[in-house]
């Protein structure tokens, strides 16, 4: 159902990203893929998803840390592919450390990825979104934008204010046929997941083992991860013509965690 619409996915060469980037191809958008990795990994996703859509994917090896590239991407898919009609911040890194620790350049990276270039992707893709009166804005927040954990400050801060970003900017675009929502995965199954597992061994003293049992999924109550796919259906749906009433809304997608 998204034949001729474009999609920008920030952070999408692996991961909840890279699932996105999957599940609109399947629907047939064309797709601008971001992100770092190796380039012959990258390049193979990017024919992979031009086949599984019919359409083209491009791959912008824009850094989120950089409001000028971030503006350069919004322009080059508007030249090469039309729109954007939908985007989707979701680049993001973590670090785990208490804040007497926690170093200061972390921390402003954290900011600028996680928070900051969802703002400049949004400014520059919302005047094309309202020349065509219809547009979707999603961001990947996180249950961290609805509850904290401790040794978490830069990450919670940052999914805190794409909650804030989510609803503000719906208010902005209300009569404009543009939606604006954020997904809250609790604990998904990815790269950025199985990384910090070896600092919050570190930091709390613990085994792998007890990280992932006691730690990751302690406050799921599910007991499983959530899968990156999972999370990307969501995404679709809230793109569907049925879903235009769902703006400046954060679904949590947490196996109960937030309920607790
Ligand atoms: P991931 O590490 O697998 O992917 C992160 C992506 O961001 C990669 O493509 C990476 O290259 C890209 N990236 C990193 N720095 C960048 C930069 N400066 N410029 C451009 N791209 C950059 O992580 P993931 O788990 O798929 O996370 C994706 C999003 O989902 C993040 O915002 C994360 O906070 C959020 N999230 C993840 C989980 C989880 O449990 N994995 C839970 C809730 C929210």
Not at 25 to 42: L, Q, R
Not at 184 to 189: A, E, I, L, N, R
Request: net charge negative.
């Amino acid at each position: 159902f998204l034949k001729g619409k474009s999609v920008i996915i920030t952070g999408s060469t692996s991961g909840i990203g890279l699932a996105y980037a999957k599940a609109f191809a399947t629907e047939g958008a064309s797709v601008v893929i971001n992100g770092f990795g190796d380039e012959g990994e990258i390049e193979k996703e990017r024919a992979a998803l031009e086949e599984t859509s019919g359409a083209k994917a491009l791959y912008d090896a824009a850094d989120m840390t950089k409001p000028d590239r971030i503006e350069a991407m919004v322009r080059r898919c508007h030249a090469e592919l039309g729109g954007p009609d939908i985007v989707i911040a979701n680049a993001g890194i973590q670090h785990v450390a208490r804040i007497e620790d926690f170093p200061p350049e972390k921390f402003e990276a954290i900011m600028k990825i996680n928070m900051t270039s969802a703002w400049y992707l949004f400014r520059a893709a919302i005047p094309h979104m309202k020349e065509k009166g219809w547009g979707r804005i999603l961001s990947t927040a996180s249950a961290h934008s609805l509850v904290a954990s401790p040794n978490k400050t830069a990450y919670i801060m940052a999914k805190h204010g794409i909650a804030g970003l989510t609803k503000t900017l719906a208010l902005e675009t209300a009569t404009d046929g543009i939606t604006v929502n954020c997904i809250s995965p609790g604990y998904v199954w990815t790269p950025l997941v199985e990384n910090q597992i070896p600092d919050t061994m570190k930091s709390r003293g613990l085994t792998r083992e007890q990280v992932m049992n006691d730690v990751l999924l302690a406050a799921q109550p599910t007991k499983q991860f959530v899968m990156p796919e999972e999370v990307a259906a969501l995404a679709v749906f809230l793109c569907r013509d049925e879903a235009k009433a769902i703006t400046g809304a954060n679904y949590s997608m947490d196996g109960g965690w937030t309920a607790q």
